[in-house]
Nanobody
Framework: VQLVESGGGLVQAGSSLRLSCAVS????????MGWYRQAPGKSRELVAT????????DYADSVKGRFTISRDKAKNTMSLQMNNLKPEDTAVYYC??????????WGQGTQVTVSS
């Protein structure tokens, strides 16, 4: 399974960005997909997840009401719509999925920088 993120960039506070994750390879039995982020000097943290079967979503408190995770099963893609971006959202954002309940896959990451 390969994951490739796109859509990062440099924006001003209050702006929006949409990240995309393209999934290829054997996509059978994917359980959960999600986005994580890692800011300089900090550990990687969960941003949002979406389950494979019923599309149940969950968000970190810091992004609730501003970010929306979604997936297009027909296109094997997942997206993260980020609105009202804040400087503290600056990080490398990683696409992640869990397959067969125990196999974890990561993308290479895409940089999001929000200037004040």
């Amino acid at each position: 399974v390969q994951l490739v993120e796109s859509g990062g960039g440099l924006v001003q506070a209050g702006s929006s960005l949409r990240l995309s994750c393209a999934v290829s390879g054997n996509t059978f039995n994917i359980h959960t997909m999600g986005w994580y982020r890692q800011a300089p000097g900090k550990s990687r943290e969960l941003v949002a997840t979406i389950t494979s079967g019923s599309d149940i979503t969950d968000y970190a408190d810091s992004v609730k009401g501003r970010f929306t995770i979604s997936r297009d099963k027909a296109k094997n893609t997942m997206s993260l719509q980020m609105n009202n971006l804040k400087p503290e959202d600056t990080a490398v954002y990683y696409c992640h999925l869990v397959k067969n309940d125990y196999l974890h896959y990561w993308g290479q990451g895409t940089q999001v920088t929000v200037s004040s």
